[in-house]
T-cell receptor, first 113, second 112 residues
């Protein structure tokens, strides 16, 4: 199993540009989520999904969109990038039932100039 | 807002010593989890403790949970240089067992 994969690993955007961060998992997990991590801080939840076709907002959703058309994929879209969105973005997935631990991808380091 | 707050922010010890990190949180939880993050990498799940549990062990890790004080501690025994990493506690609220809120982490350095 590849686990949780994220692409790209690094990205530089100009203010106002849009892009999509890709996330995929091959563990058949229902729950997927996106976090951002700023320097010296813990992770903050952006959006999450409890299954295909179902998404909801986390703590810091503004400026980001998500969709979940398949169990495997959970892309994160930046609509109009701003310097405040410079961060490291992590995708995670979690299985069903009482298995609450989350599996994280390697992260995407995004810089907005 | 950060639900969990770790203490200390940074900890430096010698190889073979024990390392203790503490986490405090504010609201009722379903479970509390600890994660490790090596520099420049993703987070790795270490251990989960449910709100009705008081202590759990996994290898060299021991986690305690005191729901009356809204606090948890992570003990790493006989530390190794490879344990050098940032450690985060994460809490899941009642009714949303997977919606994690992370603390700001403890940076552990184990000196050989």
């Amino acid at each position: 199993n590849a686990g949780v994969t994220q692409t790209p690993k690094f990205q530089v955007l100009k203010t106002g540009q849009s892009m999509t961060l890709q996330c995929a998992q091959d563990m058949n997990h229902e729950y997927m989520s996106w976090y951002r991590q700023d320097p010296g801080m813990g992770l903050r939840l952006i959006h999450y999904s409890v299954g295909a076709g179902i998404t909801d907002q986390g703590e810091v959703p503004n400026g980001y969109n998500v969709s979940r058309s398949t169990t495997e994929d959970f892309p994160l879209r930046l609509l109009s990038a701003a310097p405040s969105q410079t961060s490291v973005y992590f995708c995670a997935s979690s299985g069903g039932g009482s298995y609450y631990e989350q599996y994280f991808g390697p992260g995407t380091r995004l810089t907005v100039t | 807002s950060q639900q969990g707050e770790e203490d200390p922010q940074a900890l430096s010890i010698q190889e073979g010593e024990n390392a203790t990190m503490n986490c405090s949180y504010k609201t009722s939880i379903n479970n509390l989890q600890w994660y490790r993050q090596n520099s420049g990498r993703g987070l790795v799940h270490l251990i989960l403790i449910r709100s009705n549990e008081r202590e759990k062990h996994s290898g060299r890790l021991r986690v305690t949970l005191d729901t009356s004080k809204k606090s948890s501690s992570l003990l790493i025994t006989a530390s190794r240089a490879a344990d050098t990493a940032s450690y985060f506690c994460a809490t899941a609220p009642r009714g949303s067992a997977r919606q994690l809120t992370f603390g700001s982490g403890t940076q552990l350095t184990v000196l050989p």
